[in-house]
């Protein structure tokens, strides 16, 4: 990791970086983009405005202790996205994906924020999930607790707009505000056990507990399999995927998704 404090600023030197790639994908729902190459979002209520390409970026208003304690692990700066390239790349339908999104990365987001954000993303498109997060920060004034949350009804959480996902996250809250749920025992737990723990909350299905599992816990098993993916395994990979890369499938999955909803559907056109 490399960087540098410029007054208040932080300077971060990273070539496996690309912002379009990294939070304007589905991976979290509290980024919006506000120029070229440059976005404002939050992590909780740690906000973060952020511009920059071709390895360098611009962190602003943002001090040291924070970049190494807040950001340095939400854009998961510790990890050797080259190597993991590399060791993709021995597969040719993942070779062709790493070369199509270089700047991919994992966001490694708060469980609590992560669980949120993808029970409203159940059959929800990026632009509403973001007006509804956005909602429910505004209506707070930072990210709710899960106590807070579990406090509500389904007809006081009408402003969301969230449809039948507001009784989901009703449950959510109160299963771990009550402590039923414990979202750091989840994350200790084996990747298998933990899913089953998630999929105890109403509205929970495989594909969201995975997405909680890899963004929120850093379970880079965690596989999931939307539309997309589908199509990805349905085309490339009929016999299953590669069980050589089950430790950061995860990852691998990032890579060919924003490579088949992009690169492909740019042929398409």
Known sequence: MNYEVSGKDIILYEDDLVLDDVLDTGQAFRWNKTGVNSYF??????????????GRFVLKNTDEETFLNVWADYFDLGTDYAALRREYSRDPALKEACAFSRGIRLLRQPPWEALVSFVFSSNNNITRIKGIIARLHEHYGHFPTP????????????????GFRAKYILDAAQKVA?????????????????????????????????????????????????????RVLEEYYPDGFPEEFYPTRGIAQLYLFNYIRKCREQKEV
């Open 178 to 230: 009550s402590g039923e749920i414990c979202l750091e025992n989840v994350k200790k737990m084996h990747y298998e056990e933990g899913k089953r723990e998630l999929m105890k909350i109403c509205g929970v299905g495989p594909k969201v507990a995975d997405c909680v599992l890899l963004g929120g816990m850093y379970k880079t098993e965690a596989f999931p399999v939307d539309v997309w993916i589908k």
């Open 147 to 162: 106590a807070e949350l579990a406090s509500e009804t389904v007809d006081s959480l009408g402003y969301l707009r969230a």
């Open 41 to 54: 979002g939050y992590c909780l209520d740690t906000p973060l405005e952020i511009s920059g390409s071709g």
